[in-house]
């Protein structure tokens, strides 16, 4: 790549390369711009414009191959690069993510996990390795550990984060309520299910009002 | 509200909703521009459009009112209308959002849960009524619930969707791997941990290489 790439376009790339997972496992071998703007929710141009970072793929009126374009995501992107990541907090939410097959398939399996009750840590049944939340920095370091997702309460969000930062985490996948600071190099992305079931909601008022622009 | 707002703003105003009520809880009254904006990873420039699309709300220079703010959002999107929700598939993520005590709390309470497997139905212990998946369109209609969420594997999604649909669900926050086609009127979301830790690890490696733009 040779031009600065916005983060928007790599959300939108990274959801295109499921889905073109998905259309090829349905037996597809082109696919249009507008076809795959229509499935992701956005326009035809900024697929083609999202499509355009990734180099030159060849004309777009006879639609996309689907096994090119899966490759250009994969040369370009490291789409499918594997990282070690973990999970700190062993609640319901935390204990799912813990036993969330598609992780190891998807090259982020977790090798470890944190909570800062003793008692958990001794009677949750796992593979994984688990360890109080004061040996996060250590187990990161030791384990080199990239990605890491925090699964505590709000309260106990912010130092869970600086550990890991300690530790020399990459990326943080937040699902606690808190706002975690930014670190320089350290990306954060909050997953709140409250906020998207306010935003379905707002979307569906507004669009009954008319107002919503799509 | 005069002017159409786009999705994006939306989410990100929603967004700003949160980090109100977190800063008003920390004792603070006033917010500019900058700050907000640091904290949602954004420029002022666009917190500023955002915000405008609610009204004028005074002088940004001299930093918004963080009490007038939240009445801004509560009055323009109805930010705290309450819903009813269900949740569909009750495995481990399923059981998880069955007793996250914020639902309630946040106006999205569940007042239905629906799985396949009818000994889940009668196994699992909790205060909200289970029903067959069978019956997902009868229940929304009769309880008139607005939100869906989805917890069933991807080759479910499609099917429970339709059901939700035809019971006049309005929104579905999906957290299967299927793409949901859209219906008029109906507004969905996904909720995607790979993906999430898909970007961390993109945007990493793009900007150690200097070509993401911020």
Redesign the interface.
Known sequence: ?N??????S??RL??M???IE?LEKNGMEKVSSTELG??L?VNANSIRKDISYLGEIGNCRAGYSLRKLRGYLIDN???N?K?R?CIIGLG??G???L??D??FQ?G?GIVAGFDSNINKIETIQTNVPLYPANEISIIVKREKI??G?LAVPAHAATESAKRLVDGGI????NFS???IQ?HP?V??????????????????????EN????
């Open positions: 790549m031009k600065k790439i916005p983060i928007p790599i959300e990274c959801a390369y499921q889905l998905l229509r499935h929710g992107l490291e789409i690069r990282r990541s319901r939410l204990n799912a993510i036993e969330y598609r992780l998807s982020f990239e990605l997702m990459i990326g943080i996948v309520l808190a706002v930014p190099g990306f954060v992305r909050n997953i709140d299910l409250v906020g998207e079931l306010r935003i379905v909601s707002i979307l569906s008022m507004l669009s009954k107002i919503l622009q799509t």
